[in-house]
């Protein structure tokens, strides 16, 4: 552009886009184009009306300016009222739905064009809005919320491509009830940590045999903001390169598509955390950021970690727009962002383009081994997927009756897909939850049956990690306990960067007569899970316990477990044995009587005979402690 030609402004930019536009195109294409072009006609028209100009329009998409901000929004509210009007009288295979987002900022005029960070945020902001929906920025925000009758929901700060600070995105919310105020996303960050606490319990805590479920860990304790073990204000970065995902926003507006964001995510985590050359933070910990507006230094302290993969997906029909970006956390700089808008079919091929960018752009290389586990498929069935997710959320309830719900759509997933592996290892832990829920009728049957179904899943794929850390802690119950071992270092070798497996192995090495090896073992679990729960450090204490080698250790451990799970009835079991063997006897009377008032039925006898150490004799300094503890 030559300078004598451009003019600078501050102007309120709309942008509007149609939402499944090639869907419709394929359906009927002369039916659409007359759709769309009556719907451009009414869209310029309302510019004109709301004193904007209409600058541009290619496509689906529509480009206006205004003078007012006040004007902008109001012809974006209208926008949408009479196509949704329009759209009531249209079979609703036909309806067509726009995104719309309103941006003020600085933009170039040049030959009638407008250019600049102005548009660009604008355009990012229709790609964050709902169908039918309109998203706005800050600064619009700040002009507009006492001017309207309507209100307005905080989605958190959003990184855009080519900007330099991130963006805080509102949405509108046209309720009269709404009416004057903003909202944010509290409501959900306390479920999802419910979410995240109840995950912990299920896939974890595997002790005691039909011990309920509830009494293991505190859920609204088990995240504090702790960094770490050793009470440093941020952790420091690994040797390596080190990532967390943090959890993709879900934009559909509908709460059922939850399982299916979780899942996508999840998904990426789990393939970068079988690569060694990568440091990779574990879900649970990467899932506490869910919901919330956040800094990436903050991150990047928090967690130990450089980069930070961010993003959001958007559903619609058979369509699924993703927006992702890279972030190096410690200089807070953007190496890549990309936007994907596809068909529901490729979602598998998109995780996989993900990965791909990320190792790249992180200079990573895999080896030949690690190449069959990082693109290995679960399934290429769609519907199969889907499925196995919202069993994984039913089986994150905890309960009977999501157990059994679990459990039903399981079968249908297999039915759908025999060779999932992954829908067979689910199978096994809900026989697990049943078995620690303590309404399983047949204990050993439950313990029989969770083994057989994650031999089943590893038959078919022997490269789930996860199913061999599983299987290497069921085997500690049936006094298997080399069999247990060589399964725990198959999962560690396979997953490096798995918390979970990692705790596991903690677990065994333990209960195997190898307290020494667990101790490196627990404390790279914590430091995979920077956000861990109280019983990771109750395991590290006890191993501790177990090899006789540092009290002060030990007793710090479980002195961190009890602050994070203050109604973990095994985390006091943990505490009172540690603090009684290491001579604290008023704080190992304080956690005895913390424990009986959790479990009023607790008995030392019965609860250690269900420990299942390879030598039994490791069972009598446990006994012994509790007993000097008055229990």
Same mark, same amino acid.
């Given at each position: 552009?030559?300078?004598?030609?451009?003019?600078? =402004?501050?102007?309120?930019?709309?942008?509007?886009?149609?939402?499944?536009?090639?869907?419709?195109?394929?359906?009927?294409?002369?039916?659409?184009?007359?759709?769309?072009k009556a719907h451009l006609q009414l869209m310029s028209s309302l510019v004109e009306k709301h004193r904007g100009r209409t600058v541009a329009i290619h496509g689906d998409n529509l480009l206006a300016e205004f003078a007012s901000v006040v004007d902008a929004v109001q012809c974006a509210m209208e926008i949408q009222k009479e196509? =949704?009007?329009?759209?009531?009288?249209?079979?609703?295979?036909?309806?067509?739905?726009?995104?719309?987002?309103?941006?003020?900022?600085?933009?170039?005029?040049?030959?009638?064009?407008?250019?600049?960070?102005?548009?660009?945020?604008?355009?990012?902001?229709?790609?964050?809005?709902?169908?039918?929906?309109?998203?706005?920025?800050?600064s619009v925000h700040d002009h507009v919320k006492?001017?309207?009758?309507?209100?307005?929901?905080?989605?958190?700060?959003?990184?855009?491509?080519?900007?330099?600070?991130?963006?805080?995105?509102?949405?509108?919310?046209?309720?009269p009830d709404a009416f004057g105020k903003t909202v944010s996303k509290i409501w959900y960050r306390m479920k999802q940590w419910q979410k995240v606490a109840l995950t912990v319990t299920v896939v974890l805590l595997q002790v005691g045999g039909g011990i309920a479920v509830k009494r293991y860990m505190d859920p609204a304790a088990s995240f504090s903001g702790i960094f770490s073990f050793l009470g440093q204000e941020s952790l420091p970065l690994p040797d390596k390169p080190s990532i967390a995902v943090l959890p993709f926003e879900n934009m559909t507006g509908d709460s059922k598509q939850e399982c299916f964001t979780d899942g996508f995510t999840e998904q990426i985590i789990t393939s970068l955390s079988k690569i060694s050359s990568l440091f990779v933070i574990s879900r649970n910990s990467s899932f506490t950021y869910k919901g919330k507006p956040v800094k990436m230094k903050k991150v990047s302290k928090e967690l130990g970690v450089r980069y930070v993969l961010e993003g959001s997906i958007q559903k619609s029909g058979d369509r699924v727009r993703i927006n992702a970006q890279l972030i190096d956390a410690v200089s807070d700089k953007h190496l890549w962002a990309e936007n994907y808008d596809r068909s529901l079919k490729d979602i598998f091929a998109l995780q996989d383009e993900i990965i791909l960018k990320i190792l790249t752009a992180l200079q990573v290389n895999l080896t030949s081994g690690e190449q069959t586990r990082v693109w290995a498929k679960g399934t290429k069935n769609l519907e199969a997927y889907l499925r196995?997710?919202?069993?994984?959320?039913s089986i994150l309830k905890g309960d009977e009756a999501g157990t059994a719900r679990a459990r039903q759509l399981i079968e249908e997933t297999i039915t759908l897909d025999p060779k999932y592996a992954q829908a067979y290892m689910y199978m096994g832990a809900t026989h697990v939850i049943d078995l620690l829920g303590g309404w399983s009728k047949s204990p050993k049957d439950s313990l029989a049956k969770a083994i057989e179904w994650t031999q089943k899943a590893l038959a078919m794929d022997d490269s789930l990690a996860e199913?061999?850390?599983?299987?290497?802690?069921?085997?500690?119950?049936?006094?298997?306990?080399?069999?247990?071992?060589?399964?725990?270092? =198959?999962?560690?070798?396979?997953?490096?960067?798995?918390?979970?497996?990692?705790?596991?192995?903690?677990?065994?090495?333990?209960?195997?007569?190898?307290?020494?090896?667990?101790?490196?073992?627990?404390?790279?679990?914590?430091?995979?899970?920077?956000?861990?729960?109280?019983?990771?450090?109750?395991?590290?204490?006890?191993?501790?316990?177990?090899?006789?080698?540092?009290c002060e250790e030990a007793v710090k451990a479980c002195e961190k477990a009890l602050k994070l799970a203050p109604e973990g009835m095994i985390v006091h079991f943990m505490a009172t044995t540690v603090f009684s063997a290491?001579?604290?006897?008023?704080?190992?009377?304080?956690?005895?009587?913390?424990?009986?008032?959790?479990d009023p039925k607790f008995s030392v006898e019965s609860f250690a005979a269900k420990l299942p150490y390879k030598d039994p004799k490791e069972k009598e300094p446990v006994v012994e402690a509790l007993r000097k503890a008055g229990l």
């Open positions: 552009m030559s300078a004598d030609k451009q003019k600078r =402004k501050l102007a309120a930019v709309l942008c509007a886009d149609a939402v499944g536009y090639s869907r419709l195109m394929e359906q009927d294409e002369a039916g659409t184009l007359a759709t769309l196509i =949704k009007a329009r759209n009531d009288d249209l079979p609703e295979a036909s309806r067509m739905l726009f995104r719309i987002g309103v941006n003020l900022g600085d933009v170039i005029e040049e030959d009638g064009n407008i250019y600049g960070d102005g548009v660009n945020v604008a355009s990012r902001l229709e790609s964050l809005a709902d169908p039918g929906g309109i998203c706005i920025s800050r006492s001017k309207l009758g309507i209100g307005y929901q905080s989605l958190g700060s959003h990184s855009v491509k080519n900007i330099a600070e991130p963006v805080r995105v509102y949405r509108i919310l046209p309720e196995l997710m919202q069993a994984r959320e199913a061999h850390a599983r299987l290497g802690h069921l085997l500690t119950f049936v006094k298997r306990h080399e069999e247990a071992i060589a399964e725990a270092e =198959k999962a560690m070798a396979m997953d490096p960067n798995s918390a979970v497996v990692h705790n596991m192995a903690c677990y065994v090495l333990r209960f195997s007569g190898k307290p020494a090896e667990a101790i490196p073992v627990c404390k790279k679990a914590i430091r995979l899970e920077p956000f861990a729960p109280g019983i990771y450090y109750g395991n590290l204490g006890m191993a501790y316990f177990q090899n006789r080698s540092d290491c001579g604290k006897e008023k704080e190992a009377r304080k956690a005895a009587k913390e424990l009986l008032r959790i």
